[in-house]
């Protein structure tokens, strides 16, 4: 599909969503001679660069229904969309990843279930819904253990590190709100040797691509930098891409999926969790892969043919530009990262900075990670901010 | 130059034209986190992707000043804006390449004057105002040769082959506008073994890159495949190389600019001509070079450090998907042509298609050259118009 069914106009690809990964979904979008609308409260990096920006964003039922009116397909780049809003688009156009898809994935709970019901390795969990059940799961699985909130944390929010059951009670304050403990899951803490994440894409047909496994670095909770592809033995590559793939078909996936691994040292693979849409560790593919993952989900929620998820590189590094300080969401100068010639900047174009948040990234290729990773690091610090 | 003087938003790049290169010029200036503005008349491809779109185009005094307002610096996609436009500009904002430099390469004579004084190599070449001017330059440069408008012409149009003196007068019927004749060169037609081009970029502060020797092969004086880098000897690309940049040189160019050369059995290299913009020749380097040539102007154009221009990949392959009908300016099909997993696609989004027009493009690279050219030629006979 690249006509609209409506008229000879090409197709209208509608994004929940304004942020950068919504960006880089329409960057691609128009390559591919692809229309794009976007759905976000306020000015947002996605809705500059199209005449159909919906800043009122989807909550706004009357903007809600231009959006959908103007969009032939409708795709999202996060996760924290009410599914009920995704059923009331989905009676009008299509809507990828589907709410059904999205319901087994808000809830961390019930991702875990479904993982594990469908044979995935994946941490220890339970439901926490009092002290002592967590004081249960610590007594069992041991300290420290994680809780989480089950809906709505990304990058560290919504995760406490319970290193004691003396820290039950604190963990338990954090997540409370306006009296209410918010719905828990405990999570076993993983000793591992590395984090490894695989980018999947499944179109509607069931036809999918599996990208590199790559290792992310988190600093803070936030991925920092992702090495790609990992340096690991090219068994752990396989198992790693292998229960990727099961994760997605474990959700009836369509669109391009994040998932997030373990490698413990025993070589054992664990999925931390699944992010259902274009994901910061699959950044590097712009560069380093035949079809990025924002061309690939396009091509996926399309319905199209997907295009390789192989690298063109031996070898690729991204690394993360986070917030040092609030106020213009712009460096104040870039010449000497520049002059880094053989890396690629990227700014997402965010209003206002604030400390942590993600306003770039830089990707460097090269002939051996080591190679990328040094001239992607020199070049993130040679920003000024 | 990364912020506006004036606030603390993006730069807006202003561009004159709205056509496939200016929309891959905006691509990539969103990816730095640019803004762009864009005139051109009527609906554009990349007028789509900005919400400063002016589409009663730069013939119209305010239109244009709304334009020059909102920009904070301008650049153009095509050489065929009057100079008096671009002075009228420059007084207001900046523009590059500068109306100095449009000057001496919009009138082809004058170009060919300057590089020849510049002791660079091109095609014998004369002034023509009468059929005895133009019969003397066959007798002297013998048959065939090549009479052109000096200004205004491309891919072929404003060309015309003349085979021997009887062709002269009905050359110069073609180029009689209300019984006038249009200002004419005629040129030595150049027997060679193969085109090539040579993309340069060079910034206010007269830093340069210069990209890979391609060799491009045209169809009915239309580019139709650059085979990048060209298969020639190593003496030949440096000397090519060396060309290129002597002739942005010699017309102090601030920008990207695309020479065109012949190269002939001898080993000698002539220039044909120069593009003051980015250039079809150019397109392979958004996925086979470390900085595409659309980034690299915006760098030169904004006086800042240029990026690497050197390739990524071993080879690439650029074929131009060029229209076969009059109609909508979207494919019937492109499953098929998708399913070649490694090639890339780019649709320009113009309205409508007719013969010959510019629509799109398929990049493939490889190990070999021989291999993207399988790929990319696959690829484009695939789509379904």
Not at 94 to 121: C, E, H, L, N, R
Not at 157 to 184: C, H, M, Q, W
Not at 204 to 224: A, D
Not at 272 to 293: D, K, V
Request: proline fraction near 4%.
């Amino acid at each position: 599909m690249i006509k609209s069914k409506t008229n000879d106009s090409p197709v209208v690809v509608g994004i929940l969503g304004g942020g950068q990964l919504a960006k880089m979904l329409a960057l691609e979008a128009y390559r591919l001679g692809l229309n794009v609308a976007v759905i976000e409260k306020g000015e947002s990096p996605a809705g500059e660069l199209t005449k159909f920006d919906f800043p009122k964003g989807w909550m706004d039922n009357d903007e809600l229904d231009k959006f959908i009116e103007v969009s032939d397909i409708i795709t999202l780049e996060n996760e924290f969309i009410d599914t009920a809003i995704l059923d009331y688009i989905s009676q009008k156009k299509p809507v990828f990843p589907s709410s059904a898809t999205m319901k087994k994935v808000q809830d961390k709970f019930k991702q875990k279930q479904i993982f594990s019901q469908y044979g995935i390795d994946v941490p220890a969990f339970s439901e926490i819904y009092s002290h002592k059940d967590a004081a249960a799961f610590g007594e069992k699985h041991g300290y420290p253990f994680l809780l989480k909130t089950r809906t709505l944390g990304y990058d560290g929010y919504g995760n406490f590190t319970v290193r004691s059951e003396g820290d039950i009670d604190a963990a338990f304050k954090n997540f409370t709100i306006n009296g209410n403990l918010r719905p828990l899951l405990a999570e076993q803490f993983i000793s591992f040797t590395k984090e490894l994440a695989v980018m999947v894409c499944r179109n509607q047909t069931g036809e999918t691509e599996v990208y590199p496994c790559v290792e992310t670095i988190q600093k803070n909770h936030i991925c920092h930098t992702v090495i790609a592809p990992a340096v690991i033995d090219e068994s752990i590559t396989r198992k790693a891409k292998k229960i990727a793939l099961r994760c997605v078909e474990a959700i009836d996936g369509v669109g391009v999926f994040g998932i997030e691994l373990f490698l413990k040292a025993s070589g054992e693979v664990l999925v931390n969790e699944i992010a259902p849409r274009p994901h910061n560790s699959g950044h590097y593919t712009i560069e380093a892969c035949h079809t990025s993952q924002y061309e690939n989900a396009l091509r996926a929620v399309l319905d199209l043919p997907l295009g390789s998820a192989e690298m063109k590189v031996p070898a690729a590094v991204m690394v993360n530009l986070l917030g040092v300080r609030d106020g213009s969401g712009l460096p104040t100068e870039i010449s000497e990262m520049l002059k880094n010639n053989t890396a690629k900047l990227h700014l997402y174009g965010k209003k206002l900075s604030r400390n942590g948040r993600k306003m770039g990234h830089i990707t460097a290729v090269g002939k051996t990670q080591a190679e990328a990773l040094e001239i992607a690091t020199k070049a993130a610090n040679d920003l000024t901010w």
